[in-house]
Antibody, heavy 123, light 113 residues
Framework: QVLLQQWGGGLLKPSETLSLTCSVSDDSISNSNYWWGWIRQPPGKGLEWIGEINHSGSTNYNPSLKSRVTISVDTSKNQFSLNLSSVTAADTAVYYC???????????????WGQGTLVTVSS | DIVMTQSPDSLAVSLGERATVNCKSSQSVFYSSNNKNYLAWYQQKPGQPPKLLIYWASTRESGVPDRFSGSGSGTDFTLTISSLQAEDVAVYYCQQYYRTPKTFGQGTKVEIK
């Protein structure tokens, strides 16, 4: 059973940088059958895809966030991370990490999810 | 972006009865070269992350009860719970992975009548 454990975030002030890390257990982040992604969910609202990365560092980002998002991978620690700069109240959400299934070379749907981390942006 | 619109926003169904959730995409998510619809369904219970139920519009994820089924093609899709159980109370989301950015429907809340 693949386990994704995430940490970071908490309470941030506007203009600060959000930083989250997701650690993967019982799977190698270098497994070429998967990418590794981030999704967020504002309180009481729906899901928004942020972006994803593979083991070699190739990334896809949501264009709506691309100017502020950086996703990185550390294969030695079997972890990947999310940085979101210049946060505002609109970035308040539960952030999830997830494994992305790659059946044909492109990253598609999410089969395992982290537990979620609430990030609140408030002055 | 491909906009995913679910209907209804919420529904209440009696235990043992059928529940049907609809999802419509703003453009087709069917890829003719491999005859696949690039659509997934998730279940989210309160305080939990989403759980994958269905991918390729109709393929059930391992371990998902067979009372859950997905159907549809092109722009119109349906998630059916054939006999609603108490543990199925949740919000259900569709997601397209045909084109970046991946996008989700707004969610449909399923409750017991």
């Amino acid at each position: 059973q693949v386990l994704l454990q995430q940490w970071g975030g908490g309470l941030l002030k506007p203009s600060e940088t959000l930083s989250l890390t997701c650690s993967v257990s019982d799977d190698s982040i270098s497994n070429s059958n998967y990418w590794w992604g981030w999704i967020r969910q504002p309180p009481g609202k729906g899901l928004e895809w942020i972006g994803e990365i593979n083991h070699s560092g190739s990334t896809n980002y949501n264009p709506s966030l691309k100017s502020r998002v950086t996703i990185s991978v550390d294969t030695s620690k079997n972890q990947f991370s999310l940085n979101l700069s210049s946060v505002t109240a609109a970035d308040t959400a539960v952030y999830y990490c997830a494994r992305v299934v790659v059946p044909t070379g492109e990253a598609y749907y999410f089969d395992y999810w982290g537990q979620g981390t609430l990030v609140t942006v408030s002055s | 972006d491909i906009v995913m619109t679910q209907s209804p926003d919420s529904l209440a169904v009696s235990l043992g009865e059928r529940a049907t959730v609809n999802c419509k995409s703003s453009q087709s998510v069917f890829y003719s070269s491999n005859n696949k619809n690039y659509l997934a369904w998730y279940q989210q219970k309160p305080g939990q992350p989403p759980k994958l139920l269905i991918y390729w519009a109709s393929t059930r994820e391992s371990g998902v009860p067979d009372r859950f089924s997905g159907s549809g093609s092109g722009t119109d899709f349906t998630l059916t719970i054939s006999s609603l159980q108490a543990e199925d109370v949740a919000v259900y989301y569709c997601q397209q992975y045909y084109r970046t950015p991946k996008t989700f429907g707004q969610g449909t809340k399923v409750e017991i009548k």
